[in-house]
């Protein structure tokens, strides 16, 4: 089976830089991706790593080590619309669904 | 459609009755997926469509669920019998295929009373 964990909540301030980590547990890891969830909406993707390192795409970037089991996505200059919850999400094996961990609750402070 | 589609948006019925959901992916996405999203829980898989086929079905939760796909484009989801913890928002996402993004629909939100 899979194991994903990542912290059920944080809180940060406005303009601040936050990191939300997730480490995982799997064999045949074959990706790993984050997603943006608001309350009461479908979640959107974020990012996706397959290999080590760090992908950036504007204030978000995620980062990937494989030989470790984690990642962590990096959110900087918060916004109050940041506030949500962000889903960490494995794919591995011959599967194709992603396999989600809880969530993060992320909320930004004025 | 820009999309992936999904109706009702809500849905309350009574406990024992059949409900169906409805998913329409993004036009050309091969891959199919259900999930769904208990209160204050993570998405939990369900089922995974390639074309009209149904490689994995290991996430349905008992034989009440079942679900199906015709043309290659939209899905059903019926649940037989509905019970109380049946109630959750069901998600609908497609994808190119493989491992690749998947885009998510806005929800079926089943309430069981």
């Known amino acids: 089976g899979q194991n994903i964990d990542q912290p059920t909540e944080m809180t940060a301030t406005e303009g601040a830089i936050v990191q939300i980590n997730c480490t995982y547990q799997?064999?045949?890891?074959?990706?790993l991706f984050w997603y943006q969830q608001h309350a009461g909406e479908a979640p959107t993707f974020l990012s996706y790593n397959v290999l080590d390192g760090l992908e950036e795409k504007g204030r978000f970037s995620s980062f990937l080590s494989r030989s470790k089991g984690y990642s962590y996505l990096l959110l900087k200059e918060l916004q109050m619309k940041d506030s949500a919850s962000y889903l960490c999400?494995?794919?591995?094996?011959?599967?194709?669904?992603?396999?989600f961990g809880s969530g993060t609750q992320l909320t930004v402070l004025p | 459609g820009a999309g992936v589609s999904q109706s009702p948006s809500n849905k309350v019925t009574e406990k024992g009755k059949d409900v169906e959901l409805r998913c329409d992916p993004i036009s050309g996405h091969t891959a199919l997926y259900w999930y769904r999203q208990s209160l204050g829980q993570g998405l939990e898989f369900l089922i995974y469509?390639?074309?009209?086929?149904?490689?994995?079905k290991s996430g349905l939760p008992s034989d009440r669920f079942s679900a199906e796909r015709t043309g290659g484009s939209v899905s059903t989801l019926t649940i037989q019998r509905t019970q109380q913890e049946d109630s959750a928002v069901y998600l609908c996402?497609?994808?190119?295929?493989?491992?690749?993004?998947?885009?998510f629909g806005p929800g079926t939100r089943l309430t069981v009373t």
């Open positions: 469509f390639q074309g009209n086929s149904a490689p994995d």
């Open positions: 996402a497609s994808s190119l295929g493989g491992w690749g993004e998947q885009y």
């Open positions: 799997t064999s045949g890891f074959n990706g």
């Open positions: 999400a494995v794919i591995a094996g011959s599967a194709r669904q992603l396999t």
